[in-house]
């Protein structure tokens, strides 16, 4: 199965509302960067990648200009071989950041070509642990108070979830605090609730903030400081008391090891979007079941949701508040609090092109 094309596609994409965390500040809109790869049989592969609003120009430059010359006439189904071929051809500029985003998009589109191919979903493709997933709603929401937590909860608990995360990470603790209080309350002792800081505080800040936590029997606290400080992440998981997750910041299989075996976090989150495709992805995976570790994921939940199906040591999957399945055609449906892979072959992820062009970033 030749590769016959490779057409790349750039979108700024807005969002419903305008959404807050506590690194990035507000939210407005996200950039989606689509590659399509077309093979002599045929079938066309569909991958992407998106970025917070940044960036996207120079990932669609590096697909187009130096992956693209790797990726046509070869064999699509070589997958492992056109990794560490790209993986080398951008080392010298990469090793993670923006090469690891542009891989992704390759890398996704070249597995679902191969599920294409076999005629099978990709989570029977990769493992076909099981077929459906806990997920938990993944708010974007440090901007809104008590009251409005437990509002935008109550309609969460009404859509199906049984899981939710909130934002941490506010200048004032109590206020925090009150709103993980809110939480809690809206439900009920027995629900997961996962809390996430964005990277915004110091080691020392995280430790106190866990500490305030505990009451709340809080399910993970996510990204309490920055992920490069291996040894503080650490420290916050021993004298915090929470466990720790983290990894949507983590770009390579190298950054997972360490934040594993020095950070001991507890959840490694890996996004196949951004740590260099499906292929990396299960390697995350794998590491993690060598460390008896579940993994979580972050964004892209059409994706995941394969991903997590197909491994026995899958956590929850993040259902993530950008909103991408507004320009999907068939996304996946929470029931009872879980996600169930589809069967159609490849990722089965159908986009809407007309919604999506209006939106297109010339090239
Ligand atoms: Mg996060």
Redesign the pocket.
Known sequence: MLIQCVDVKHYLLPLSHPMTDATHGVHTNFELVLVRIKSDCGLTGIGYTYTIGRGGAAIRSLIERDLTPILLHADAQRIEALWEKMWRCLHYIGRGGLASFAMSAVDIALWDLRGKKEAAPLWKLLGGYSQAVPAYA?GIDLQLDAPELAEQTRRNLEKGFRAIKIKVGREILREDVARVAAVRDCIGPDMPLML?A?MRWTVEQAVRAAKHFADFDIFWL??PTIPDDYAGMARIAQEGGLPIAAG?NLHTIYEFRHTIESGKIAFP?PDVSNIGGISNWMRVAKLAYAHNLPVTS?GVHELHLHLLAAIPNASYLEVHSFGLERFIKNPPRLQAGLMRAPDCPGHGVEFDWEKLQEFEVPG
Do not use: K
């Open positions: 993944g996430d964005n996510e990204e949507e989150e972050h």
